[in-house]
């Protein structure tokens, strides 16, 4: 693998409706077979922040912030 290539398109057109889509492509360079390209592929597909993004129910509990306790 000598080069990735990521494009990364955002289509926020639904937003307020609570969608957000974003679109990426990906090429890997390189002396790879396409099984080699596919192996790669597929490990994308379960990095954790993709799954944070795509799976995973997240919530935010914000909290004032007391006097004193900034550092």
Known sequence: LD?????VE???SQERQGKYL??????????LSDDEK???HDAVLK???HKLMT???????????EAGSAT
């Open 3 to 7: 080069t990735v290539i990521a494009e």
């Open 10 to 12: 955002r289509d926020d």
């Open 22 to 31: 974003l679109t990426v492509k990906l090429s890997f360079e390189g002396a």
């Open 38 to 40: 596919q192996k790669i």
């Open 47 to 49: 990095c954790p922040i």
């Open 55 to 65: 799976q995973v129910e997240i919530t935010i509990n914000q909290l004032p912030l």
